[in-house]
């Protein structure tokens, strides 16, 4: 399984983008990058998932280099309810979620 | 709202004691995960489910079982309790077997047990 490595911690204030970036040196042909978010004493949701270049939806952006050794998520505009632990995992989704590993995530605090 | 059910919401209980914790997927989907979270360990894959049959184990202790019944509900039994037990715990489900393409693993609100 390939090891991720992201930052505990990150704090931003409202309004401005916030870039949580991920590394994985020993990623895999068939890995796919999905990140998820998750609130105190929720359950983890699915923010966004990549395999190569950019992908863009609702919620964020993920951006992953042709090496794809590490991947950036992009959070445009935050605000006070986009405080919450992000985690980065790397995998073969085709082989199933029991593939990916959740990691202590990055714990993101925005202020006013 | 993920669709995703979990009973029951907090659990207190002592060392040694047995308990369920159950999970109801979201409408179609046919696999369920059940996953630990515990401060100092994180979150913790233990078991996959799929239709009925199980398909993958992580970390799970032999203390621990699970099964999925044919309704597509899933439990999680939890034996011989011990204080390091305490944890919350989530199920999560997905439509198909592997999670490639579109499919997306949704997590239900957990279950937050505390073992005295």
């Known amino acids: 399984l390939a090891k991720t490595t992201q930052p505990i911690s990150m704090d931003s204030y409202e309004g401005q983008e916030v870039n949580i970036t991920c590394s994985h040196n020993?990623?895999?042909?068939?890995?796919?990058i999905t990140w998820y978010q998750q609130f105190p004493s929720q359950g983890p949701r699915f923010i966004i998932q990549?395999?190569?270049t950019k992908v863009t939806n609702e919620v964020a952006s993920l951006f992953i280099p042709a090496d794809r050794k590490s991947s950036t998520l992009s959070l445009p505009r935050v605000s006070l309810s986009d405080t919450a632990v992000y985690y980065c995992?790397?995998?073969?989704?085709?082989?199933?979620?029991?593939?990916?590993?959740f990691g202590k995530g990055t714990m993101l605090l925005v202020s006013p | 709202d993920s669709g995703v059910t979990q009973t029951p919401k907090h659990l207190i209980t002592a060392t040694g004691q047995r308990v369920t914790l159950r999970c109801s997927p979201r409408?179609?989907?046919?696999?369920v995960y059940w996953y630990q979270q515990s401060l100092d360990q994180g979150l913790q894959f233990l078991i996959h489910?799929?239709?009925?049959?199980?398909?993958a184990k992580g970390n799970i202790l032999e203390r621990f079982s699970a099964q999925q019944f044919p309704d597509l509900h899933s439990e999680l039994n939890l034996s011989s309790l011990e204080l390091g037990d305490s944890a919350l715990y989530f199920c999560?489900?997905?439509?198909?077997?592997?999670?490639?393409?579109?499919?997306?693993?949704?997590f239900g609100p957990g279950t937050r047990l505390t073992v005295l």
């Open positions: 999560a489900s997905s439509t198909s077997l592997i999670g490639g393409g579109t499919d997306t693993q949704y």
């Open positions: 020993n990623i895999a042909t068939n890995d796919y």
């Open positions: 990549g395999y190569k």
């Open positions: 995992l790397v995998g073969d989704v085709n082989s199933g979620y029991s593939t990916l590993t």
């Open positions: 409408s179609g989907d046919l696999s």
């Open positions: 489910y799929y239709n009925g049959e199980e398909r």
